[in-house]
């Protein structure tokens, strides 16, 4: 008996620091399981901040005529009627913190890869509406700027948004009011921020653009907002247009301001925009609208906002001593305009279907002095600048169709017909085949 209980103990005491050592193991394992879990809680965490998003718009295209100038996703080849082509197609990465977030989205299209937003915003931690948003975004300027093109009725933007705000975005900072649903203030909304002017592209200038727009809603039944811009871009000659005369055959023309040096074009813009939505038995019918006017420094050849130093065709010069040629493109003077753009939408839901028809009209008129056959070319211009397609008036009226497939899918027929003002250049004496 007492041999078994000495060999018991004396395997009890081999048997001790093993198992303490098994133990220690198992807790040593259980605690590296534990950290794992941890970092993986951690990890997930994060990831859930980051939101990957987008949208692909593919369509296909017939003009009436080959080779036309269009504002319907560009100018058309100059053998081509007709296209395929990816129109957007959107990848955007969101990171979103309690009072912060960063975007990135990129445009990838068959014609290359270009960016589109990249911004970060500061939301104030004490009342949460005041937020500060810098980097490359849209303009806060009318309504259909910042619309989506994911959710817009009509395949493009207006043509006056086009020409006047090309790109849509633009690289800055601006400080934006938007209340909560809790402070009573919801529908109220303000945005102001200063602009290199140019869009995507570097700036060329030291001039910044100012832009702010305050708006009141009521839900989804009403919105009422005002725009304003105010801003300057640095021609690089010694001559300035902007005041018109006529000629003694009874075009219009441009008379020279040469006062001074280094002119800048101004760009002085209005905006008025609302929309209104209406129930009725026969479905849900939205009107929107926008109102553009004000002054613009565009160039001889376009009204549209340059990205880079406008300049004239290249010159060839060769030196009287050396008899080297230089080509030289001198920069364009700027030249001042009044203006004035809008647009309309009638959209109707069929009843609770997921068919909806669409009417879009759009007018933009880039100099409101001139019209029709006092736009031309005079005997004799001397001191002059004449007029030139730049200045013709364009009023765009679109017929739509849209099949609401799913929530994810949306199917689109769209039909525009162009009208051009008719005048005395050549080539614009009758309306383009331009309808698309």
Avoid: C
Avoid at 21 to 34: G, I
Avoid at 211 to 237: D, E, F, H, P
Avoid at 350 to 370: G, M, N, S, W
Avoid at 403 to 427: P, Q, W
Wanted: cysteine-free; hydrophobic content about 35%.
């Amino acid at each position: 008996m007492n041999r078994i209980f000495i060999l018991t103990a004396i395997i009890a005491v081999l048997l001790w620091p093993a198992g303490m050592k098994a133990n220690a193991q198992d807790d040593k394992t259980a605690d590296s399981l534990f950290k794992s879990i941890a970092r993986t809680d951690e990890t997930i965490r994060l990831l859930k901040k980051i939101q990957f998003s987008g949208y692909l718009q593919t369509q296909f295209q017939v003009a009436e005529k080959e080779g036309i100038k269009s504002f319907a996703g560009g100018d058309f080849p100059e053998n081509s009627d007709s296209r395929f082509m990816i129109r957007r197609g959107r990848v955007k990465m969101t990171w979103s913190g309690n009072l912060s977030k960063f975007v990135t989205q990129i445009d990838i299209t068959e014609k290359g890869i270009a960016p589109k937003d990249v911004y970060f915003q500061l939301t104030d931690p004490w009342i949460r509406t005041f937020v500060i948003t810098a980097g490359l975004f849209n303009r806060p300027f009318g309504n259909e700027i910042t619309m989506s093109s994911s959710v817009r009725e009509s395949p493009e933007r207006a043509r006056v948004y086009q020409t006047l705000f090309s790109g849509e975005r633009d690289a800055g900072i601006m400080l934006s009011v938007h209340p909560g649903s809790r402070s009573g203030l919801s529908w109220f909304k303000a945005d102001a921020g200063f602009f290199n002017g140019t869009g995507i592209a570097s700036d060329f200038d030291s001039h910044k653009d100012f832009i702010g727009r305050v708006s009141v809603s009521k839900g989804n039944a009403w919105t009422l907002g005002l725009s304003y811009y105010n801003g300057r871009w640095q021609s690089g000659t010694e001559k300035y247009f902007k005041d018109l005369t006529t000629t003694d055959d009874g075009f219009r023309v441009f008379l020279p301001d040469s006062t001074g040096s280094l002119y800048s074009g101004r760009r002085i813009y209005y905006g008025m925009n609302g929309q209104v939505s209406v129930k009725t038995v026969l479905g849900t019918t939205l009107v929107r609208g926008e109102y553009l006017t004000g002054l613009h420094g565009g160039t001889s050849e376009t009204t549209v906002s340059p990205s880079s130093l406008p300049k004239d065709k290249a010159v060839s010069k060769a030196d009287p001593v050396t008899g080297i040629v230089t080509t030289v493109a001198p920069p364009l003077p700027a030249m001042e305009r009044p203006f004035a753009g809008g647009l309309v939408y009638v959209v109707h839901t069929i009843l609770q279907t997921k068919h909806q028809l669409v009417f879009k009209y759009d007018v933009y008129d880039p100099d409101t002095r001139a019209r029709g056959k006092e736009i031309g070319k005079p005997a004799g211009t001397g001191t002059f600048a004449t007029l030139s397609p730049a200045d013709i008036r364009y009023d765009t009226y679109g017929f739509g169709y849209i099949f609401h497939y799913d929530t994810n899918l949306k199917m689109m027929l769209y039909y525009d017909i162009v009208r051009n003002e008719k005048t005395a250049l050549s080539g614009y004496t009758g309306d383009l085949n331009d309808n698309v």
